[in-house]
């Protein structure tokens, strides 16, 4: 079963909305919906929550310690109460997957996230369980840090919110250890379909064509 849930993001209202933040938005809707408080805990560099699930705790966890250092966050917590990185699911921003889709995955490599660069560092491991939260790719790899500090355009944030939405209805499998479960209920969820693009009258309905990422 899944007994830490963790968010990756960055602290800090200069980064709050921003794409690499998905995983903290992930961990703050749950914790809305169980009714918990984030707290700051020192011991694991973090904001913290708990909750009792039949019996068992379960915590809640955001890093505190800017995204490059994730993991001394998540191994502190782990380590103090014993929970094994088969136990934990880490919630992070995915370029290779669009926004309104999310994939559930156990193991695997970092693929360059800092984030879960550090996780697999301080866990000694990378045999632990992600959900990736699709943000889309700015289609040039130079644009990437770029990309992921930046907020996401209004299209995009709907997207990612309703596919958190969407990924919560599996927490309780999660939770109960029903992994495929889980995976079935993530990954068979269906993205909202887009919107047709907007034509402007005065254009004779011709294309508008593709709409270019904010930069400012």
Known sequence: MIKLFVGLGNPGPEYEATRHNAGFWWVEALARDWKLSLVPERSYHGLVARANVNGQSVWLLEPQTFMNLSGKSVGALARFFKIAPDEIL???DELDVPPGQAK???GGSHAGHNGLRDVHAQLGTGD???????IGHPGVKSEVINWVLKKPLKEQREAIEDAIARTLGAVPALVAGEMEKATMQIHTSKPPRPKPPRRDPEEGGGSTGGVAPATS
């Open 104 to 106: 559930l995955k156990f």
């Open 128 to 134: 632990y369980w992600r959900l990736r939260l699709g």
């Open 90 to 92: 880490v919630v992070h």
